[in-house]
């Protein structure tokens, strides 16, 4: 079975700091990694998602995510982040469960970040 | 539509009602999937179909719960005889075919009192 893990429940930071949420999965097989944001109010929006190549994928809004195999990590980072960032953010994994159906997502348990101005 | 819509967007219930939640998925998805997001239990799946079938109800949490979708289309989460424990935000999302990632409505909020 899969099963993602973030390290931190709650993140806060001031303007023009960098940020790296951590994500770690567990499973056996070939995976496709996504990160999904959930602005206040707002529904969850895809981020950026990794299926396979380049392991450094860039996304919306400046976000990039590494995907290192060994470590079985996806941990997402932005040099520089504004209050507008402010939001929970979700690791989520899945798999090609034949064909060209891929199942549902398994996600972790989010991670709030707080950016002051 | 533009995006994944559901209904109703808020829901209050007495405990031991049945509760009908609806989803309308983005025009020609052919994925839908069903999530639960609800303080210290993070956002967990339900159900999944494609097309009309349910090749996955591994997530539904008791024979309360159930699932259908008509037509490829819109699909309605049932719970019989709600519990307070269900009070939750109930997700849904579509995909298109072999698309690997999931839009995501906006959600309905039920409370059961």
């Known amino acids: 079975a899969q099963s993602v893990s973030q390290h931190n429940h709650h993140v806060i930071l001031s303007e023009a700091a960098s940020l790296e949420l951590g994500c770690n999965y567990s499973?056996?097989?070939?995976?496709?990694l996504f990160w999904y944001v959930q602005y206040p109010g707002q529904h969850l929006q895809l981020l950026l998602k990794y299926f396979s190549g380049d392991p450094l994928v860039k996304g919306i809004k400046g976000f990039e995510a590494e995907f290192i195999k060994s470590k079985f990590s996806f941990n997402l980072r932005k040099p520089s982040v504004q209050w507008s960032d402010t939001a929970e953010y979700f690791c989520?994994?899945?798999?090609?469960?034949?064909?060209?159906?891929?199942?549902?997502?398994?996600f972790g348990q989010g991670t709030i970040l707080t950016v002051h101005p | 539509g533009a995006g994944v819509s559901q209904s109703p967007s808020n829901k209050v219930t007495e405990k031991g009602k049945d509760v009908e939640l609806r989803c309308d998925p983005i025009s020609g998805h052919t994925a839908l999937y069903w999530y639960r997001q609800s303080l210290g239990q993070g956002l967990e799946f339900l159900i999944y179909?494609?097309?009309?079938?349910?090749?996955?109800k591994s997530g539904l949490p008791s024979d309360r719960f159930s699932a259908e979708r008509t037509g490829g289309s819109v699909s309605t989460l049932t719970i019989q005889r709600t519990q307070q424990e269900d009070s939750a935000v109930y997700l849904c999302a579509s995909s298109s075919y072999g698309m690997a990632w999931q839009f995501f409505g906006p959600g309905t909020r039920l409370t059961v009192l």
């Open positions: 989520a994994v899945n798999s090609n469960a034949g064909g060209t159906s891929y199942g549902k997502l398994t």
């Open positions: 179909f494609q097309g009309n079938s349910a090749p996955d």
């Open positions: 499973y056996g097989g070939t995976v496709n």
